[in-house]
């Protein structure tokens, strides 16, 4: 069994229980690790590869990732209750990959079968010489020629039609999110970065939202890009203690003294009502001290502190 050009992409992937969990241990780049998976094991021949520390590292680079972060992704994605992916008798494949291209393959087999009876029709007899060949008279091997090319053609215009149905969103369209714009010096950093990678605008939006995620959780975005760039990094760097913002001290007189804080609403003015009780800044000291949150910063703080959110 050969591999193939493609596999079906469910519009609901991201709300899989599989990938939900893949995501809550390494972020985004699980998402991204799970899919160019799929890409590798789907053109691999009868879609699996051989599995061992060489294969773990080859894999790695191609995918542009540390080796760690590569074998520590797999060893989830292959838990017995996760089942993203299998490894058995030193190969590595999918069973939900499998289950998708079985259909693909016994298409192939009907088309082959199909083919192979027509070859095996007698030809009708004809005196006319301008008649055009039947597909019986064409020889065996462009007979194949000809299905290959057909397949190709309805393959490309599926794939042309596609395109206009979604077109690639130009790399500029990507905007900076504010909460990150306002940090002093990161614009820079931020320029670094794509200059030395040159990532996809896929890749763009989630680097920077997965940096938000950072940010509220008390990491400084310009510390984990720099990082990234100095030590030529693929992806993005883990961050550490650290690359932390640093602790502040606050008066406890000061801080009963004031109760609530503004928020900027998205649909312009300000909120002065939101209580500090209701925030858990234990993760973001580095807002506390704000007199006014940007509405990013406000729904970071709700996101990242839900159980302690009002």
Request: glycine share 4%; charged share 30%.
């Amino acid at each position: 069994m050969t591999g193939a050009e493609w596999f079906k992409h469910d519009a609901d992937m991201s709300a899989d229980e599989k990938v939900i969990y893949l995501e809550s241990q390494f972020g985004l780049i699980g998402y991204a690790l799970f899919n160019k998976m799929l890409e590798a094991l789907t053109r691999a021949q009868g879609n699996r590869i051989t599995w061992n520390e060489i294969q773990c590292g080859i894999y790695a680079r191609k995918f542009g990732c540390e080796v760690g972060t590569f074998r520590d992704f797999i060893l989830e994605a292959t838990r017995p209750e996760i089942a993203a992916f299998v490894v058995e008798d030193g190969m590595l494949f999918s069973p939900g990959l499998h289950k998708r291209l079985t259909k693909l393959y016994e298409r192939r087999e009907r088309e082959a079968e199909r083919i192979a009876r027509k070859r095996k029709q007698p030809q009708l007899a004809t005196t006319d010489d301008d008649v055009a060949p039947t597909f019986q008279q064409i020889p065996p091997m462009l007979n194949n020629v000809a299905a290959t090319e057909a397949q190709s053609r309805v393959e490309q215009s599926t794939v042309e039609e596609s395109r206009k149905t979604h077109p690639p969103t130009p790399a500029n369209t990507v905007e900076m999110p504010e909460t990150l714009k306002a940090l002093k010096g990161f614009a820079q950093e931020w320029e670094k970065w794509e200059n030395a990678r040159k990532p996809s605008t896929g890749a763009v939006r989630a680097q920077l939202e997965t940096l938000q995620e950072h940010f509220a959780n008390g990491y400084d975005p310009r510390k984990i890009v720099k990082f990234s760039v100095e030590a030529d990094f693929r992806a993005l760097a883990r961050p550490t203690d650290d690359m932390k913002f640093p602790a502040r001290a606050f008066s406890p007189s000061n801080q009963q003294q004031r109760h609530y804080v503004a928020v900027e609403m998205p649909q312009g003015g300000v909120n002065p009502t939101i209580r500090l009780d209701s925030l858990d800044f234990s993760r973001a000291e580095h807002l506390r001290e704000k007199a006014l949150l940007t509405y990013d910063e406000y729904q970071l703080l709700k996101k990242t502190n839900a159980p302690n959110t009002s």
